[in-house]
């Protein structure tokens, strides 16, 4: 395993061996940011470590918006303090339909367009290994890695590595899984992306208002998950709880209208179990 | 090309003048009365089964241009001449190969051993070199002897055209001995400067520039292996050492690489090229050498040893003021791991064209708001401080992933110029609960013309809460009867 190969130090191997089974001792390697969210932070042991790998998933193309904008939002407010620089790897098959990001959209989420760095490689394992060599610089605030679905040379050992790197490194890296299923992984956390109907502002309330988003945290090294309603504040670059105080807490995950064919048929009647005749 | 007895000759032909004539053959070919400028139907008539071809220019230039690069192993300055000829300035190269007689040998034999004839001549001036190697014997030709030893040529020694030879031809001027020693003025006043100029230039009382096919490189180191060598780890290794005899020379001009290539001679005329670019001026041997690893291990399966490379040449195409250069003394930090190091690495192996960041340009249109350009590439040129940015919204105006082309959709709308109220993306339909707008953004007249469209931007959002960036491509009535909608951007 390569991974193992290329630590040179007892103090690597140690690290590797916490990443493999997680327990308490594992957390005096991280620094940790609070999100200021009492029940998250609780949830997270106290915040989101910044030198590790996160993984951020939406399950339908049109969710991808959303999910960049939390990796954004994590890589802005936990990344990598003394430097600001964000690498952006993209998967070649990400990139047939799911766009660019727009400096104008950037600079309105808080984010400055002209410290973030694309890598488009042809290959998927031309983009691995440019997320693993990114990972081990130091000199980036952040690096993010665009990957659509679940291909198969991403696994395992090769989340592990990531992790392994961001670790030595102090470089937040995070996984924007595009269209993708959950997948056991090193990462630190996995969050699940979803939309909400926006809460209207007071100037203009026919409009779309601040975005909001249903985050479920289905991994958490820390053990416990959960869901939450957070929406990114740009100008103080950090998550808000975003619950308004007039709507219903409750989310339910709906189920998706099909996409080509008309609705679904209306229920006709209730199915019950009849004893058998025999 | 070598003779094959037992089979038909082989000819090229090529229809000069609506007729089709032999302009090249096979040397046994000639003992059966083929010759070249003969027409099609006579050969034919000598040789029924005559092997024909017809004439490709574009692969004889390729090939030709082919054979330069190889020749760069002589010298780096190699200009193409016509379709068939090579001009090499060998000004202070031929003792590198123990003289001109084995320098002229050495050609020789390595270009028979790949299968071409060929016909050399060394002179003082390209021009009588020209003279000898065409219409002569002489394969070298004594300094300053070069007007001799031409003046028994025939006149189309000296590169004119047929014409011009034929109307010299008919005064009774055959060699260029003739009017080598005529009054110039009246020679000039019949037959034009042209021809002063190409016998002066043979004769070397005017300079003759070539223009050679590559740059010359700022510096170069060379290394020559006895044996050629194939192994990847040889080359790598061959590469270090290079690198490391170059470092002195770039530090007594004090200067950075930013641009080098290594070129690979191969044994039977092949040239492989590698060409890294570095962000920053560089002056490490490691490092320089471990962005040709990268490039190797990028295309190791497409960089054909073949028999094996004989000859490794660095060259520096583009070097820079050397500055800083100064470490750390309490925080060491190890340079391979710094910003600068990744950029040259990612862009050494994936090539500098995929390691992007955005440059801007001052206009309203979206799409050609920004691009994404090599990060090595822009030096300063754009300056991105000139573009005005939004600051930070909690309500965005501008999407936060904009398609890379907008998507059309069916919208239902009402005319004018409502929003619609619901559409059609990806063959999902979507209802619209919120919307702003519309953003007008006029079309560039002076780009696309006067009849374009202008657009009405608007931003939705659904029943859900998906939100997006929509266009209504044309104004109602005033531009289009039946506007169409386009999907452009998504709201994070």
């Not at chain 2, 490691?286 to 190791?300: G, K, P, T, V």
Request: a negative charge.
């Amino acid at each position: 395993m390569a991974a193992i190969a290329r630590t040179r130090n007892a103090d690597a191997a140690k690290s590797l061996v916490q990443d493999l089974c997680p327990g308490p001792g594992d957390s005096a390697h991280e620094t940790g940011a609070a999100f200021d969210i009492p029940a998250l932070d609780q949830h997270l042991n106290g915040g989101m470590c910044s030198n590790a790998l996160h993984e951020v998933r939406c399950s339908l193309a049109r969710d991808f918006a959303g999910a960049a904008g939390f990796a954004l939002g994590l890589a802005a407010q936990f990344g990598k303090r003394d430097a600001n620089r964000i690498l952006w790897v993209i998967d070649p098959a990400a990139s047939v339909d799911s766009g660019l990001p727009f400096p104008d959209g950037l600079s309105e989420h808080g984010i400055d367009p002209k410290r973030m760095i694309f890598v488009r490689p042809i290959t998927l394992q031309d983009a691995l290994w440019s997320a693993d060599q990114a990972a081990k610089c130091g000199d980036l605030s952040a690096v993010i890695f665009q990957v659509k679905g679940n291909p198969k040379p991403f696994d395992m050992t090769a989340t592990r590595r990531l992790m392994l790197r961001a670790r030595e490194s102090g470089v937040l890296v995070c996984v924007l899984r595009q269209s993708g299923a959950e997948e056991a992984s090193a990462a630190a956390t996995r969050w699940h992306v979803e939309i909400m109907p926006s809460e209207p502002g007071p100037d203009f309330e026919h409009g779309p208002g601040q975005a909001r988003h249903v985050h479920t945290l289905e991994r958490n090294r820390h053990g416990r998950t959960g869901q939450w309603t957070l929406t990114w504040n740009p100008e103080k670059r950090a998550f808000e709880d975003g619950i308004s105080k007039t709507q219903t807490t409750h989310t339910v995950r709906r189920i998706h209208a099909p996409a080509d064919r008309p609705d679904r048929p209306a229920e006709m009647g209730q199915v019950v179990d009849l004893e058998r005749a025999s | 090309m070598s003779a094959r007895p037992d089979s038909p000759p082989i000819a090229i032909t090529d229809t000069e003048k609506n007729a089709v004539r032999i302009v090249a053959h096979e040397a046994h070919a000639a003992r059966l009365g083929i010759f070249n400028r003969q027409s099609l139907s006579d050969a034919r008539a000598l040789v029924p089964d005559l092997e024909c071809h017809a004439r490709d220019r574009d692969a004889d230039h390729e090939l030709l241009g082919s054979l330069a690069a190889w020749c760069e192993r002589y010298t780096p300055l190699v200009a193409l001449d016509g379709d068939d000829s090579l001009f090499m300035d060998v000004t202070g190269c031929t003792h590198l190969f123990g003289g001109e007689e084995s320098f002229i040998a050495d050609i020789e034999t390595r270009l028979a051993a790949q299968g071409f004839s060929v016909r050399t001549c060394l002179a003082d001036t390209a021009g009588a070199a020209w003279a000898m190697a065409r219409h002569g014997t002489g394969r070298i030709i004594a300094r300053d002897q070069h007007a001799q030893a031409i003046s028994a040529l025939p006149l189309a020694a000296l590169r004119l055209d047929t014409n011009l030879v034929t109307s010299l031809g008919r005064v009774g001027f055959k060699t260029v001995g003739c009017i080598a020693d005529l009054p110039r003025a009246p020679l000039a006043a019949r037959f034009g400067t042209h021809l002063l100029d190409r016998l002066d230039q043979a004769s070397g009382r005017q300079d003759e520039i070539i223009s050679p096919l590559m740059p010359v490189a700022e510096l170069a180191a060379e290394k020559r292996f006895a044996d050629p060598i194939v192994h990847e780890d040889d080359i790598k290794r061959g590469i270090a050492l290079l690198a490391g005899n170059i470092i002195a020379l770039l530090e007594r001009r004090d200067l950075g690489v930013r641009t080098c290539e290594v070129k690979l001679f191969r044994v039977d005329g092949e040239v492989q090229s590698l060409s890294v670019h570095a962000a920053n001026p560089l002056r490490d041997a490691d490092r320089i050498a471990a962005l040709f690893h990268e490039r190797l291990a990028r295309l190791h399966t497409d960089l054909d040893a073949g028999f094996g490379f004989d000859i490794m040449r660095l060259n520096i195409l583009q070097a820079d003021p050397f500055n800083g250069g100064q470490h750390d003394l309490v925080e060491h930090k190890d340079a391979g791991d710094s910003y600068a190091a990744l950029i040259d690495r990612l862009g050494a192996r994936l090539g500098t064209d995929r390691v992007l960041q955005f440059s801007f340009a001052d206009t309203h249109i979206p799409e050609r708001r920004f691009a994404l350009v090599p990060i090595s590439g822009r030096d300063g040129k754009t300056d991105p401080d000139q573009v005005q940015l939004p600051g930070p919204a909690r309500t965005p105006t501008r999407p936060l992933i904009l398609l890379e082309r907008p998507e059309p959709i069916d919208a239902i709308a009402q005319v004018p110029d409502s929003p619609p109220s619901r559409f059609r993306w990806r063959k999902v339909l979507y209802e619209i609960a919120r919307s702003e707008g519309p953003e007008r953004i006029a079309c560039e007249w002076w780009r696309d013309g006067r009849a374009s469209l202008s657009r009405d931007y608007f931003s939705v959002e659904d029943t859900q809460g998906y939100r997006f960036w929509l266009f209504r491509h044309g104004l109602y009535e005033r531009e289009t009867t039946r506007p169409d909608w386009y999907m452009h951007g998504l709201f994070s």
